[in-house]
């Protein structure tokens, strides 16, 4: 799944056109960009079974205009009709509706970041969350029905990532009418603690211990699973939460302060750590901890916490889902495994021990050459021609049952203080290091401010940091 696009003017949109659409080579027909949905969608020249899909929704989107849409049928219509013509114009197979959002850290009743962005919150933005429409709930269904009627002809695909905690799927989700129209549902199952709390608690605890309150009960995966048994995808987060002990105590539920551990060198977030991060510490002296209990490892170094997953945790997590009988596992996300393979000599060790648990494939490793697209309108035909690491694919684009417009925008350097005019990242003007994401909310553009590691600096034409 390719995270993420948006809801723009009640059509799904790209998030990022200039990452997400277009071609590195000058020559390809299309307007420059890298292409990124694209190359992921030509990974099917090496795994013929690989199902490509975008996922709509995430963080920073907010809720209310997902609600605006969503309760009228005429906006309905015409959202369902740009998914269409987003999937035929990318060869994609299908849509992932993640109508929720992760930077929710608000306190209803201390019910932590499970109330995210789902059917039935409110938010604009990245505002705080709180209880919106409950009509949601049957409007959601209605356009998951909608969408499933005009998925079928085209055989594409439908599914739908939801929350694992039991308050927000009581409010959001009626789930026999949704697993009649999704071809599977991934759950969350991860984000159950967080350095919104004053005390320690792990991301994705299996179980919970007998004296806790009701809550931590039915925070763990296991509830998790049963509550939605029959109808799910287990969630298996590749990062860690974090704290920062408020004492030398630091067991599950020690007291913690501030908004969470430090931030790492590659994520750059207070509160959580890629376990690409998270290896390398451990392999600096983090001291390691198991619990019993709730089964899965946390390590601590001088003040700081980190409830993770690893390769035993994840296995025990497999267990119970082949025990229940889900339909497979989803991973959040591809990004933070180590995939350089610093930490025990082979890359992907997470994402590599589910695929060898569920379907006893761990390589080889596919040698995946930089792709190129080139666009013909004459006849249809498609052929592949490889060069110097690179391979390049001449197609016809697939004709839209509607016309479409596309805005082009010009957006000059800026000089001074940086300011956003459009949606994106961009390199900040003054300092180097620095760089910014621009994101849309509709009625107005918030900067986002990220800065790069000590000896680099951000390469605005690769989105990365570089030295």
Not at 152 to 161: I, N
Not at 202 to 213: E, G, V
Not at 269 to 280: D, P, Q, R, S
Not at 315 to 341: H, Q, Y
Request: proline share 4%; hydrophobic share 30%.
């Amino acid at each position: 799944m390719y995270g993420f696009a948006k809801l723009q003017g009640d059509k799904i949109a790209l998030y990022d056109p200039d990452l997400d659409d277009g071609d590195e080579d000058w020559n390809s027909g299309l307007k420059w960009g890298h292409g990124m949905i694209r190359r992921m969608v030509n990974l099917r020249t090496y795994n013929p079974n690989l199902t490509t899909m975008i996922s709509l929704g995430g963080w920073n989107e907010g809720s209310d205009k997902y609600s605006m849409m969503v309760r009228d049928p005429a906006k309905r219509k015409v959202f369902i009709q740009s998914v269409l013509n987003l999937l035929a114009e990318f060869d994609l197979d299908g849509l992932d509706l993640d109508w929720y959002d992760d930077d929710s850290i608000f306190t209803l009743i201390n019910l932590i970041s499970l109330f995210r962005e789902y059917p039935a919150m409110q938010a604009s933005g990245d505002s705080d969350r709180k209880p919106g429409r409950t009509e949601d709930k049957e409007d959601y269904i209605n356009l998951l029905r909608e969408l499933h009627e005009a998925f079928r002809p085209h055989g594409y695909a439908l599914s739908a990532a939801v929350s694992a905690g039991k308050p927000t799927i009581d409010r959001a989700y009626n789930i026999p009418e949704m697993s009649k129209y999704l071809d599977f549902i991934n759950l969350m199952s991860y984000d159950y603690h967080g350095g919104w709390e004053n005390h320690t608690g792990h991301n994705a605890p299996l179980n919970s211990y007998n004296n806790a309150n009701e809550l931590d009960k039915e925070f763990t995966v296991t509830y998790s699973v049963e509550y939605w048994l029959n109808h799910g995808i287990l969630g298996i987060p590749l990062y860690g939460r974090t704290f920062t002990l408020a004492s030398s105590d630091h067991g599950i539920g020690a007291p913690a302060i501030g908004k969470g551990g430090a931030s790492g060198t590659i994520t750059r977030t207070i509160g959580m750590l890629g376990y690409n991060e998270i290896c390398t510490m451990i392999k600096q002296g983090w001291q390691l901890y198991r619990d019993e209990v709730e089964r899965i490892p946390y390590a601590v170094h001088a003040n700081q916490w980190i409830g993770y997953d690893d390769r035993e945790s994840i296995n025990e997590k497999l267990n119970l889902l082949m025990k229940k009988n889900l339909g497979g596992a989803m991973i959040w996300s591809i990004d933070t495994d180590d995939f350089v393979g610093n930490c025990v000599g082979i890359k992907y060790p997470l994402l590599r021990s589910i695929s060898k648990k569920l379907n006893n494939i761990d390589g080889p490793d596919p040698d995946i050459k930089r792709y190129h697209y080139h666009t013909s309108t004459a006849h249809p035909h498609t052929t592949v021609t490889h060069h110097d690491h690179e391979t390049t694919k001449h197609l016809t684009t697939r004709p839209h049952h509607d016309q479409t417009s596309t805005t082009t925008t010009t957006t000059m350097k800026p000089h001074g203080k940086f300011q956003c005019h459009q949606a994106g990242f961009f390199a900040d003007p003054e300092n180097p290091r620095k760089f910014h994401q621009c994101v849309d909310f509709g009625s107005y553009l918030k900067d986002y401010e990220f800065m790069c590691g000590d000896g680099t600096h951000y390469d605005e034409r690769l989105h990365v940091c570089v030295r």
